[in-house]
């Protein structure tokens, strides 16, 4: 942990102080949240993560360490109850959902949690919860017993505020065509954007569009909102979004700075499934700067021949790379449909293929690896802005789109590989030629040198706000001392 060594004066100030951390049990949404009670434990608060008992042990492993530190951090268990809702058993998680109707029906077992959450409330009296953007109506639990509901949104203010005004401005509607560009209304810096690139919950009427709307109405009714995010990163947008959005928010970030060990950071989301060993070594024997990190977190579901144009693009690139590819139990490892004729042979020594899940925070800290071919999901954003490399952006989902113009045209530190159509999990197609060349222009040439140079800068002020007196730092020692006055009601 970052803050082993926490004066005791932050420690006695906040010993007293208990607060649930409550994630969507999803990969991208987890991580962080996990990070976040990891790093509040460490300034003196007693942190409790709610789990399903499915992500229990990961969750438990993930504060092992925190744990043996001596900080105060635990986890308890709701369970969601898919039999009611007529989910089979597996589907535990989000992803293990395949049809429409499979999704609405994980969503309304997601809400029937909230007589659970008030029995563990009652139980434990905490004085506060910090919960997932996605779950908007334990700002009404909180408040029946009377605590502060902070909601934690897992990406950038740019993102929010993107999103939030074309919501509520609508410029999409007054342009002729998905490609033709139109200008943010009401957001600094003249940023546009296509309808193409945005998300159907914001241009069309759909049953996350119903939740999205309830989680921004969510937002103003809560105590703030916690944002993954330091000042220095988005100075204009985090303004943006208290002055024009109306939203007190405090910004900690970047949370993964809490783990500082190699065991701390293997053990973020899911054991790797390469030996940590083997993977550094391959990237100890690389030349500093020289290679190129590919992973598209921890949802994208590219198509086989996406994967291969992949694979030509990379190898026609020349450039070393460690590649993740989600794995394909089915199929036996070197013959998978995608993998051109001789590829890993050919590539010995110059590629290395991660089938499954890989440990990402250590490999793109590496000093071999300065490129990123990232989905510029908020977390691999981060992690890569930590980590100070540069980025080809290739948007597939969510609010990615959104953090793509924030690395490219913002901090620019990256370049779009050209994805150009907002799809659910599946990806714009794009080509191979079109991979190689954006892989080229951040690693080759004067343009890509000016991206390293404010890469690495940027990576520096972002170790600075998790630091004693750094921005992150200083807002939330601010939020802790404002928690400690807040009266809980009808707790007995
Ligand atoms: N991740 C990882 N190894 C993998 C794939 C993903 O450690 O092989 C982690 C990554 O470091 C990040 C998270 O999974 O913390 C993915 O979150 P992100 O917001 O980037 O994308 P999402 O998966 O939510 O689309």
Redesign the pocket.
Known sequence: MANEGETNDTKSTTSKLHIFFFPFPS??HT?PMIDMAKLFSSRGVKSTLISTPHNEPSFLRSIERTQKLGFDIGVVTVKLPLEKVGLPEHCQILDSTNSPDMINKYWMAIRMLDKQLEKLIKEHCPACVITDTFLPWTVDVAAKFGIPRLAFH?TSHFAMCALECTRLYKPHLNISSDSEPFVIPNFPGEITMTRAQLPDFIKEDTEFSKLYIEMMESELRSYGVIMNSFKELEPVYTDHYRDVLGRRSWRVGPVLLCNQDTEDKLQ??TRATIGEDSCLKWLDSREAGSVVYI?F????DFSASQLHEIAEGLEASRQPFVW?VKKDESVEEGKEEWLPQGYEERMQGKGLIIRG?????LILHHKAVSGFVT?C?????L?GITAGVRMVTWPVA?EQFCNEKLITEVLRIGVPVGAKQWMVKVGDSVESEKVEKAVKRIMIGDEAEEMRVRAIELSKIAKKAVEEGGSSHSDLTALLEELKSPKKVGCS
């Open positions: 990969k991208g991580i897992g973020r989301g992973c977190g921890s949802r994208t993740v899940w890989a440990p990402q925070v989905h999901g908020w977390n691999s954003t992690e969510a």
